[in-house]
């Protein structure tokens, strides 16, 4: 993959990991922590995966 490729699809991490956080943090002041644990987690990966592209695309 070029870079160019990568840098999006790590931009399409990134913004999928703030809508999560963002749902997330909506979810646990309306219904508490029990209902949003799990876009935490999403979130978490989101960004972990952007990560990933982020250090594959500056390797290239």
């Known amino acids: 993959m070029n ?3 990568l840098l999006l699809i790590e931009i399409i991490w990134i913004l999928l990991g703030l809508v ?3 749902i997330a943090v909506r979810e ?3 219904n508490g922590i029990g209902r949003a644990w799990l876009f935490f987690v999403m979130a978490g990966v989101a960004f972990v995966l952007a990560w990933l592209r ?5 390797k290239l």
């Open 28 to 30: 646990t002041l309306a």
């Open 20 to 22: 999560c956080l963002g």
């Open 3 to 5: 870079k160019k490729s």
């Open 54 to 58: 982020d250090s594959q695309r500056k």
